[in-house]
């Protein structure tokens, strides 16, 4: 199969990201393959999958530095390969890996990724303000810098020229919370200014924190595409039980079922929402329960659980949400 190139003009109602059946391999090695997702403008979305599932080389079709081998998608109503030189001054993209000139200055490497941007970039003094890039910082070569300086300026240019979409790859690495804290923050004014952010990450809480939306892949294949919300809401509530009579671990009955962690008189469950009220009121009736707590469940638990149901599946979507 072969990338169908078919030129569209852009409209307000166009989605950001709209990809189709996406395919890439190397050789016999398969990237990514059969990957359908929609992104619509505004959003913050995140993207999520174990090392090798697919994640960068999806991001780096999505910004043409890779020719998709099969499949359909575009950027901003553009094709990110044959249209490169439309869309690059649309978008800001931070890659996972990021590769600095050593002999430039922060200063220089700043003016140059905004040269090869193609566009005006008014929001670079106030970004290394944000971040605190100093003007001592700026004068240094990039050989000096730490790892999350190199991060801070990855940023600055990713966001300098105010893009409509910006791709970010691993983008906390190296920050330390305070800037971690300005970070998220410049995530809500893009979304506010009804700019696109595609999050890709592996720090799960940070996700659940800044998107409304994921999609989750495998293998190179999605899993799903759900809201957030939605997948908290169906995963099972970890429950903990301290037992008044010391008795440590015992039997639960049908709640064995329910992955039970002991410790001392502690015991840690995984309960279905479905049974929340009729099954585990049985067992808090049948057990001298001294304490109780019930929690929600996070992404971290919901990311694991689906992983293994797409991995069982052979990386079948499970459900999309739009």
């Known amino acids: 199969m072969t990338t169908q190139v078919v030129h569209q003009a852009p409209t307000e109602e166009t989605a950001a990201v709209d990809v189709e059946e996406l395919d890439k391999t190397y050789g016999r090695n398969v990237g990514v393959t059969g990957l359908t997702v929609r992104i619509e403008r505004g959003e913050v979305f995140g993207f999520l999958g174990p090392n090798g599932a697919g994640k960068t080389t999806t991001l780096r079709c999505l910004v043409g530095l890779l020719r998709p081998t099969g499949g359909r998608l575009r950027v901003l109503g553009l094709d990110p390969v044959s249209q ?36 005006p970039t008014p929001r670079r003094a106030e970004l290394c303000e944000r971040l605190s890039l100093s003007a001592s910082d700026l004068a240094r070569p990039v050989r000096e810098y730490s790892r999350g300086m190199k991060q801070k300026i990855g940023l600055v240019q990713a966001f300098q020229h105010e893009p409509e979409l910006v791709i970010l790859d691993e983008p906390t ?150």
């Open 84 to 119: 490169h030189r439309a869309l690059a001054p649309r978008i800001g993209y931070l890659p996972g890996e990021l590769r600095l000139y050593p002999e430039l200055t922060g200063t220089e490497t700043l003016r140059l990724l905004g040269d090869l941007q193609g566009a």
């Open 173 to 322: 690495e190296g920050l330390d919370p305070l800037v971690q804290e300005t970070f998220f923050a410049l995530l809500d004014e893009t979304a506010r200014a009804g700019r696109t952010v595609l999050l890709s990450s592996h720090v799960l809480p940070e996700v659940q924190r800044a998107c409304r939306r994921v999609a989750i892949i495998g293998a190179g294949r999605l899993v799903t595409v759900q809201a957030v919300a939605a997948l908290r809401e169906a995963r099972a509530r970890r429950v903990r039980l301290v037992l008044a009579d010391r008795g440590g671990a015992r039997p639960l009955g049908a709640a064995d079922q329910w992955s039970p962690s002991w410790r001392g008189d502690e015991v840690t469950l995984l309960v279905p929402p479905d049974q929340l009220v009729g099954a585990l009121r049985e067992l808090l009736a049948a057990l001298p329960v001294a304490d109780l707590c019930v929690e929600e469940a996070g992404l971290d638990e919901a990311f694991l659980d689906l992983y293994r149901a797409g991995d069982a599946g052979h990386g079948q979507p499970a459900e999309v949400q739009r």
